[in-house]
């Protein structure tokens, strides 16, 4: 079921609705080549992939990250937010976050553990005697891949909880990339390893479904109040 809260402006439309009721009255709000764009994009999604972002400190990183992600099929994301003040970048996610389920959390300790009951094998990108290249582990099953702080990299609760420290292989003088060039090259090697064994889309047709419905509620002007209406007139 989908809470109503969610949609609604200012809090006010209360209650749960189920995927098949929003794809039935507000689908046909949409344009045929929307709606198919929309169920496109769901079933080339996964959860199985959680891109992690920890203590970030420039805003357009953190959006330029986003993007990659959501470009990549990735639908959820942790971002740890311990409450520095953060820079804030004229940049925007382009609506990137707007498609995505962002979970935010104050410590990397509570993140890791919302990722182990949740099954993923967490990667870090850290260089460390124990580094292996990203594309040498194995990438088929649940799995978080953790980008660290601008400066400072991961913290150090994170290299002691993470199961992997990874590296992405570089052959120049450089001994690391942007944050959001690093990103996207993860991204990538992940994707295209999952696409070989074909992995890319997994969701199930129920999980589709449901977030097909949430993207036609995403898509609209306050969804929750226009569903009222018109299941009121029903």
């Given at each position: 079921?989908?809470?109503?809260?969610?949609?609604?402006?200012?809090?006010?439309?209360?209650?749960?609705?189920?995927?098949?009721?929003?794809?039935?009255?507000?689908?046909?709000?949409?344009?045929?080549?929307?709606?198919?764009?929309?169920?496109?994009?769901?079933?080339?999604?996964?959860?199985?992939?959680?891109?992690?972002?920890?203590?970030?400190?420039?805003?357009?990183?953190?959006?330029?990250?986003?993007?990659?992600?959501?470009?990549?099929?990735?639908?959820?994301?942790?971002?740890?937010?311990?409450?520095?003040?953060?820079?804030?970048?004229?940049?925007?996610?382009?609506?990137?976050?707007?498609?995505?389920?962002?979970?935010?959390?104050?410590?990397?300790?509570?993140?890791?553990?919302?990722?182990?009951?949740?099954?993923?094998?967490?990667?870090?990108?850290?260089?460390?005697?124990?580094?292996?290249?990203?594309?040498?582990?194995?990438?088929?099953?649940?799995?978080?891949?953790?980008?660290?702080?601008?400066?400072?990299?991961?913290?150090?609760?994170?290299?002691?909880?993470?199961?992997?420290?990874?590296?992405?292989?570089?052959?120049?003088?450089?001994?690391?990339?942007?944050?959001?060039?690093?990103?996207?090259?993860?991204?990538?090697?992940?994707?295209?390893?999952?696409?070989?064994?074909?992995?890319?889309?997994?969701?199930?047709?129920?999980?589709?479904?449901?977030?097909?419905?949430?993207y036609v509620l995403r898509t609209l002007d306050n969804p929750a109040r226009l569903l009222r209406e018109i299941l009121a007139r029903l």
């Amino acid at each position: 079921m989908i809470e109503l809260r969610e949609y609604s402006s200012g809090g006010r439309e209360e209650g749960q609705v189920s995927a098949d009721v929003v794809l039935e009255h507000l689908a046909p709000r949409l344009t045929p080549e929307r709606m198919q764009k929309i169920w496109r994009v769901v079933a080339g999604r996964t959860c199985d992939v959680t891109p992690v972002l920890e203590n970030i400190y420039d805003r357009g990183n953190t959006s330029a990250v986003l993007r990659s992600a959501e470009a990549m099929g990735f639908q959820c994301v942790h971002v740890i937010e311990p409450g520095e003040r953060f820079k804030e970048a004229n940049r925007v996610t382009a609506g990137a976050d707007k498609w995505l389920d962002v979970a935010r959390f104050k410590t990397t300790v509570a993140a890791v553990a919302d990722l182990r009951d949740k099954g993923y094998t967490i990667l870090a990108t850290h260089l460390d005697a124990k580094s292996r290249p990203l594309h040498e582990c194995d990438l088929t099953g649940p799995i978080a891949v953790v980008l660290g702080n601008e400066k400072d990299g991961i913290s150090t609760d994170m290299q002691e909880l993470c199961d992997q420290s990874v590296i992405l292989p570089m052959r120049g003088f450089v001994q690391s990339y942007n944050i959001s060039v690093a990103a996207a090259i993860a991204f990538q090697t992940i994707q295209l390893a999952r696409e070989a064994r074909g992995l890319a889309g997994n969701l199930s047709a129920e999980e589709q479904k449901i977030l097909a419905a949430h993207y036609v509620l995403r898509t609209l002007d306050n969804p929750a109040r226009l569903l009222r209406e018109i299941l009121a007139r029903l």
